[in-house]
């Protein structure tokens, strides 16, 4: 007998798209089916007539209880694990990769640890962690890398720059990176970057000041598509040489598109992300009432970065849309007035689902196949979850998405995240009306009917480094 039936949904499967029933028992998939065949006994169905149905979606990029680093003095921190996996599970997403941040005198597992019980019993959705070390890291520190690959934390994120003059530092040396990509090679592990070249940044910051432009909307002045260029080629030059495979997070530029695409044609297992702010917003918008809603670290590009961004994704170079997630309310969020305190991070972990769709598969032509990899099976591929995660398969988690394609105006007022969207009266051409978590309906038709700590950790493990074809088919 099924938990659940999902019933007359156009499902969007790993073998493509069709009209199936989906069968659920103890949290999985057990069954696919044609919608015309006999019903089995079921506990519960849900009727998805009008509605498709697609793989509950993987944001690889959120950042919770952090703190706000252009507000460290003051000691501001983003909202906690149950604010931010609310609004999540209300737009459609079911898993959240967070990060769990060493700092000197710890383990790695005991960072690990103090992440864990940020979120334990307090989310609404599936989550786990990358690590972020920072600084010049201990020797016995990076020898405990393959312990905890082995435990289930199989990627770690190094920025490559202090990103603003006035924050606490951040930045790890290429000789600390050279070290992480020998265990992550060696391991099966993954290097996740945050690729700015430090001294172009802060080179461009001193110019700022020098030209008066300090005020925060010229912050992309000093976020430039130079240091893209030359901060993705530096890193892949060191992996082309040392081994091991990198994610590039938040891919803002052309520059950063075409220096990705090269190492993949080079056979490197180099992988990039793009958040949907960057498909959504250019610098231009900086200069609106309200400007720095729509910022985060490496700052807004122009149309023709964000053109290139599109084009990224429709080839398969970039593989997953995320929303570098720092949720703060309004008034945080506007706080900043400089190119050097003006506040970063993001509230779009509700929207992501319903803006991508709307503006991949309604505006741009991409298909639901290639809208389920971007929003949740390459994310899952790529950070070792796959099948269990963004697969609706038989055997994989029952994670599952019901979208309703009735047009929709997004409004703060209506949304679970904060006091303000970036996509505040921007219409919508799909929404989730429902969201299943492991075969637990957990929002019906607007109403939550999930729980604070139905959500649980996920152990994760990748394979052998194997080239760059995620995400093509």
Not at 91 to 106: C, E, R, S
Not at 163 to 190: C, F, M, N
Not at 381 to 387: D, R, V
């Amino acid at each position: 007998m099924l938990d659940l039936l999902i019933r007359n949904g156009l499902t969007v499967t790993p073998a493509g798209v069709g009209y199936l029933d989906v069968g659920i028992r103890d949290g999985r998939i057990v069954m696919l089916a044609d919608h015309d065949s006999a019903p089995p006994d079921r506990a519960e169905e849900v009727d998805a007539t009008g509605k498709i149905v697609v793989p509950g979606g993987i944001d690889p990029h959120v950042h919770t209880s952090w703190l706000i680093p252009t507000a460290a003095k003051e000691g501001l921190m983003c909202y906690p694990p149950e604010q931010v996996s609310l609004a999540a599970i209300y737009g459609g997403t079911t898993m959240i990769l967070d990060f769990a941040t060493w700092v000197p005198g710890d383990t790695l597992e005991q960072s690990l640890a103090r992440k864990e019980r940020d979120w334990s019993g307090k989310s609404y959705t599936d989550y786990a962690y990358h690590c972020i070390m920072k600084g010049e890291i201990p020797f016995e520190v990076i020898e405990q890398i393959p312990e905890v690959i082995a435990a289930g934390y199989p990627s770690f994120k190094v920025f490559m720059t202090n990103t603003t003059p006035s924050r606490p530092p951040q930045k790890i040396g290429l000789g600390d990176i050279w070290a992480i990509l020998e265990q992550v090679g060696r391991h099966d592990g993954l290097l996740a970057v945050h690729a700015e070249d430090d001294d172009i940044v802060m080179f461009s910051y001193r110019r700022l000041a020098h030209e008066d432009k300090w005020s925060f909307e010229n912050v992309h002045l000093a976020h430039n598509s130079l240091s893209e260029a030359v901060s993705f080629r530096r890193l892949i030059n060191l992996l082309e040489r040392v081994g091991g495979r990198a994610y590039f997070m938040h891919v803002s530029a052309e520059e950063g598109v075409r220096a990705v695409r090269e190492a993949q044609a080079a056979g490197l297992p180099v992988y990039a992300e793009t958040l949907q702010h960057y498909l959504s917003f250019t610098s231009d918008d900086y200069r609106r009432p309200n400007g720095a809603v729509f910022h985060t670290y490496p700052s807004l590009k122009s149309a023709e970065d964000q053109a290139a961004l599109w084009d990224g994704l429709k080839q398969g170079t970039i593989q997953t849309v995320a929303t570098d997630e720092m949720c703060t309310s309004l008034e945080v969020k506007l706080r900043g007035r400089t190119v050097d305190d003006v506040t970063g991070g993001h509230a779009g972990v509700e929207v992501r689902m319903g803006v991508m769709y709307t503006e991949a598969v309604v505006k741009r032509g991409m298909s639901l196949e290639e809208f389920a990899r971007i929003t949740s099976s390459n994310a899952a591929k790529i950070f070792g979850m796959y099948p269990r995660k963004g697969a609706i398969a038989v055997g994989s988690d029952a994670d599952l998405v019901l979208l309703e394609t009735v047009p929709r105006r997004l409004t703060a007022s209506e949304l679970h995240e904060t006091d303000y969207t970036p996509w505040e009266d921007w219409e919508v051409s799909g929404w989730p009306a429902t969201t299943i978590l492991r075969g637990k309906v957990m929002v019906q038709d607007g109403k939550l009917r999930g729980t604070k700590g139905d959500g649980t950790w996920i152990a994760r493990k990748l394979g052998p480094a194997g080239g760059n074809d995620v995400g093509r088919g």
